[in-house]
């Protein structure tokens, strides 16, 4: 069964400013598409600016690019706190899942985003 685009969590930016770093990610919550940034580790953001830097259609169009997690993902060791992420990449009309990098820490807050049914939590994270 295919998840449609509207309902994943889309990445849209990692930032690193006075030596906070953050993600920026949008999401559905209570029917609304909100931007919510939040702090990441700085191991996170270096995964996140790869997966931001990665273009595998390049030979094929110019166009943006965008990223969504599909929040679908594989563990190799129990104890390893990295695992990897399905990641959907779009460009026009070009789409494919990818697998990438982030801790399971990352995947967490990910999930706890997806299950959110109101805003109120995540007020003072909206953009």
């Not at 609304?32 to 996140?48: V, Y």
Request: aromatic share 10%; proline share 3%; hydrophobic share 40%.
């Amino acid at each position: 069964m295919r998840i449609p685009k509207e309902s994943l969590i889309e990445l849209l930016d990692a930032t690193k400013q006075d030596n906070i770093c953050s993600a920026l990610i949008a999401c559905i919550i209570d029917e609304q598409r909100l931007n919510l940034r939040f702090a990441i580790s700085l191991q996170d953001f270096g995964h996140l600016r790869r997966i931001l830097e990665f273009r595998p259609f390049e030979h094929t169009g110019v166009g943006p690019y965008r990223y969504f997690f599909t929040l679908s993902y594989t563990a190799s060791i129990k104890e390893d706190p990295l695992i990897l992420a399905s990641i959907r990449v779009e460009q026009l009309n070009k789409s494919k899942h990818f697998s990438h990098t982030i801790s399971k820490k990352l995947m967490a807050n990910l999930f706890w985003f997806e299950s959110l049914e109101s805003t109120q939590l995540v007020e003072s994270m909206i953009q």
